[in-house]
């Protein structure tokens, strides 16, 4: 059954948009940049061994995640049908970890129950939540869901590496309006969820000698 999305964002990731996304943003160079990326915000940790990414995309940021932490559960959320499949199909984790949906209207709860029962666990959640340069894609107005639903699903952290501005912006994006937003992520999500604590931020430059990437600042919060 077709997916039906609430906002003009979503519908434009699940399109040929996002199909043309993962063409441009794939090989062993990002994942050798992703993989020096969390090597650091993973040192800043304890005892992760669930890891949950909204909006994985082809699974770059977990394929790294694995290197990282060949033992960890992962689990993943992608909106367009084609990265989807190609997640799936990737050997990268078990095909019945990944939801196929937005993560806006994401319902953690049920799954989170669901996993509880799986791996009987007191743990609902996931040790370590990531979000990366997905949050700059989504409609403004739904931003306290995906906020809301980061804070649920995760048991220990949050971690947020997007496009940082103090004050909210939008960007024209490869010639479209309103597709890319700009912001403080990191600080209103600590502002509505105040147990949140920071353990550590950092930069990535796409100068960077050996391993460059977009410029991504990043947050990781413990609860």
Request: hydrophobic letters at 40%; a negative charge.
């Amino acid at each position: 059954m077709p997916h039906t999305f609430t906002t003009a964002q979503e519908a434009f990731w699940a399109s040929t948009f996002g199909d043309d996304y993962i063409d441009r943003n794939i090989g062993d160079d990002l994942v050798a940049s992703n993989t020096r990326f969390f090597s650091r915000i993973l040192s800043k940790t304890r005892n992760v061994n669930s890891v949950m990414e909204f909006g994985a995309n082809i699974g770059l940021n977990l394929l790294a995640i694995r290197r990282l932490l060949p033992k960890a559960k992962l689990s993943a959320i992608e909106i367009n049908q084609k990265a989807y499949e190609i997640l799936k199909s990737s050997g990268i984790l078990d095909p019945a970890d990944i939801h196929h949906g937005s993560i806006i209207d994401f319902a953690p709860s049920p799954i989170c129950q669901k996993r509880q029962q799986n791996l009987q666990s007191p743990n609902t959640g996931w040790d370590f939540v990531l979000i990366k340069t997905v949050l700059i894609h989504i409609n403004p107005d739904e931003l306290g869901k995906v906020y809301k639903n980061l804070y649920e699903t995760s048991e220990k952290y949050i971690c947020i590496c997007e496009y940082y501005n103090p004050v909210p912006v939008s960007i024209t994006y490869r010639g479209h309006e309103d597709r890319l937003f700009k912001r403080d992520f990191a600080g209103e999500i600590m502002d509505l969820y105040p147990d949140l604590k920071l353990v550590d931020y950092g930069f990535i430059w796409k100068r960077d000698n050996m391993f460059p990437a977009d410029d991504i600042t990043w947050f990781l919060l413990e609860k």
